[in-house]
């Protein structure tokens, strides 16, 4: 496909042949390294590598003494194993580092292509929130692609403010670096939802993918979803689901990141007698920390190795199998013609690279970067988007029933850390008012929405989070960034909330008054502006302050900010209530 990384011309074409041919010095050469070359799974020992430009002219063994002239850099790999650049073919990278923070970090994993949603801006500024976004990524040295958000969110009217227009859906679709529709959800597609089919034709009659989730999907549903033109998935959590998909000719991605961890388990797949090119990994979002103390797609390939797959085929999952169905025919392999994205790495059951080259330039050696990734301006556009108009109090916090009758409330009961369920609570009403019961686990929660209509909120129940004393909260709920609080009591809810708005963004752990824990987010209120190690050391306090206010759950700021979000079953609570997800209603916080 056209690609703005990727272009040429005759005199290029002529300098790659003449290189190839000997008649030209290559600008970088390595030599004496093994290649694992992903077309035919084999790994080739001692060879050389030509790079002209920023691509490939030659791989092998018959090199002319030409080709490497005085003005050629020369990287001697003997001992060690040349991969293409890994590929996440599934991410979210909007938050909450900055952009050049995140590039380093994937450079020295050794990936070189991200592929990643804009759902969480793109819900939230629409149009133009995205064209900025993908301007700011076009500066970093690793190459970025995107997928566009579908316009779903647990309150699909809330969604009409920055919902793209057909139009405006088509402008993107036909920039090159946009791969098409991003992760769609089964069921709201099957429950034929207008403005969601259309954007799915949309997207097919452009020549665009439209990238699928199907969590919990099966059979003849699944079956169905899949007629639409839905290409991948990025949900399966067992064999057999990843089988059903595989079969569909569904191009399935393993996840292995901060959302959900399904390798050990999927892995499993290896003992099949299948074909395995529809198979890929994705990280689906990284954790701050995990960048800092484990790594990225070099950690993932590895544990996927760790797991019992044969290495090259855990590389092939991370590169050309993902490069084949988006596509993108110009990366994902070590061969003439190819983008020159390649990593170094000290042998096959070691995926820790040493050197990285991304187009055609060194930019990690011997483990360290050769020059920090240049600090990207952010728009003014992104800034002071928490609009609240005034602080909140202890009353904006009051849940009002019309007697002091005991009642039965609707509840989000915690599954496991993303899994939500309905939970039917008997309630005694207190002044015409219901209060959290810590004693039984029933703590308050609200979403508040800071952007187009600020101040707009919904009250309910929550249990599972255990918190004893205090409050959390954070401006960064999925889908589209609504400021989402939990706690025991009014005064503390409205503390972390109120500190949200003078922050412009952030995620609070406060009690008695106190703010015990925060990070603060002033870039669209989703990220930060500081290093990644210092958003780790911040993503450690807050867990810390959560679990000293008595909560159990294990990443608890994940817990809070998938509560709104309708891709992930079953209970959820938008600024305009609670929402069922198997049934695609609002429903209300009594139960008649």
């Known amino acids: 496909m056209q690609n703005p990384y990727f272009t040429t011309g005759k005199d290029k074409i002529i300098r790659l042949m003449k290189t190839a041919l000997g008649e030209l010095p290559a600008d970088i050469a390595i030599k004496n390294g093994d290649v694992v070359n992903v077309y035919t799974g ?9 790079v002209k430009g920023n691509t490939i ?45 995140f590039a380093k970090y994937a450079l020295k994993s050794g990936t070189t292509t991200v592929i990643t949603e804009t759902a969480d801006i793109g819900t939230l500024m629409g149009y133009r929130g995205m064209t900025v976004f993908m301007k700011m990524c076009r500066n970093q040295p690793i190459r970025f692609l995107f997928t566009i958000p579908p316009v779903v969110r647990a309150s699909p009217a809330n969604t009409m403010p920055a919902a793209l227009t057909p139009e405006q859906l088509k402008r993107l679709l036909r920039r090159p670096e946009v791969l098409g529709l991003g992760e769609l959800p089964w069921n709201q597609a099957n429950e034929n939802y207008p403005r969601l089919l259309e954007n799915i034709a949309i997207t097919l009659n452009i020549g665009k993918k439209v990238e699928g989730h199907s969590a919990g999907g099966r059979g003849n549903k699944l079956q169905a979803y899949f007629a639409n033109g839905t290409s991948s998935c990025h949900e399966p959590i067992t064999v057999e689901e990843t089988l059903e998909r595989l079969r569909l000719g569904v191009f399935v991605m393993v996840r292995e990141g901060v959302v959900r961890k399904e390798l050990g388990e999927v892995a499993k797949i290896k003992d099949e007698k299948i074909d395995f090119t529809l198979l890929g990994i994705c990280s689906d979002g990284v954790d701050p920390r995990q960048f800092v103390h484990q790594g990225y797609m070099d950690f993932i390939v590895q544990k996927l190795v760790n797991y019992g797959f044969a290495p090259v085929r855990a590389i092939q999952m991370a590169t050309i199998n993902v490069a084949r169905h988006f596509g993108l025919d110009f990366v994902g392999g070590i061969a003439p013609g190819k983008l020159a994205d390649i990593a170094i790495i000290p042998d096959l059951k070691t995926i820790k690279p040493t050197d990285v080259l991304v187009n055609g330039e060194i930019k990690v050696r011997h483990g360290q970067l050769t020059a920090e990734p240049a600090k990207t301006p952010v728009p003014r556009v992104f800034r002071n988007i928490v609009r609240l108009k005034r602080d909140l109090s202890p009353a904006d916090f009051r849940i009002r029933v019309p007697s002091n009758t005991p009642v039965k409330v609707r509840a989000i009961a915690m599954a496991t850390g993303l899994i939500t369920r309905e939970a039917n609570c008997g309630m005694t009403p207190v002044n015409g008012l219901l209060e959290a019961d810590v004693s039984r686990d029933i703590l308050k929660v609200a979403v508040i929405e800071r952007y187009y209509e600020p101040g707009k909120k919904a009250l309910g129940f929550i249990r599972g989070f255990r918190l004893k004393r205090g409050a959390i909260a954070t401006s960064t709920l999925w889908d589209g960034g609504n400021i989402g609080v939990i706690g025991t009591n009014d005064t503390d809810m409205a503390q972390a909330v109120n500190r949200i708005r003078a922050l412009q963004g952030g995620t609070i752990v406060c009690a008695d008054g106190k703010i015990l824990a925060e990070l603060a987010l002033p870039i669209i209120g989703l990220s930060s502006d500081q290093s990644m190690e210092f958003i780790a050391g911040k993503f450690d306090e807050i867990q810390q302050a959560a679990e000293s206010l008595g909560t159990k759950l294990p990443m608890v700021l994940m817990s809070l900010r998938i509560l709104s979000t309708p891709f992930i079953p079953f209970f959820r609570i938008s600024q305009e209530g609670y929402f069922d997800v198997s049934k695609n209603e609002l429903v209300g916080l009594l139960v008649e």
């Open 42 to 50: 084999e790994l080739l020992p001692r060879q050389t590598v030509l």
């Open 57 to 101: 002219a030659y791989v092998g063994t018959k090199v002319s003494p030409a080709s490497i002239g005085p003005g050629t850099e020369v990287i001697d790999a003997a001992g060690k194993t040349l991969i293409p650049g890994f590929i996440d073919g599934h991410t979210h990278v909007e938050e909450p580092w900055p952009m050049e923070e």
